[in-house]
């Protein structure tokens, strides 16, 4: 399943890099990728874990860039 997130002011090309790391390793992520850019996080998970993929990802993005808002597309 892909599931699609807009990073809302996010504009640090290094916590992006580390973002799309962190969220690659949660389980049940196949594929992590933030595109700068357009400010978003795109995903491939697996369809069992997609459930609880939003608040981890805030956590992670809230470690790294406390001011990024994430919405789920």
Do not use: R
Not at 11 to 20: G, K, P, Y
Not at 21 to 43: F, N
């Amino acid at each position: 399943m892909k599931k699609t997130y807009i990073l809302e002011d996010l504009d640090c090309a290094h916590c992006a890099a580390l973002i799309e790391e962190k969220v690659g390793k949660l389980d049940g992520v196949t594929k992590s990728t933030v595109t700068l850019l357009t400010q978003k996080l795109v995903v491939e998970v697996e369809d069992d874990k997609a459930a609880g993929l939003l608040k981890e990802i805030t956590k992670i993005v809230k470690k790294h860039e406390p001011d990024v808002e994430v919405i789920e597309k």
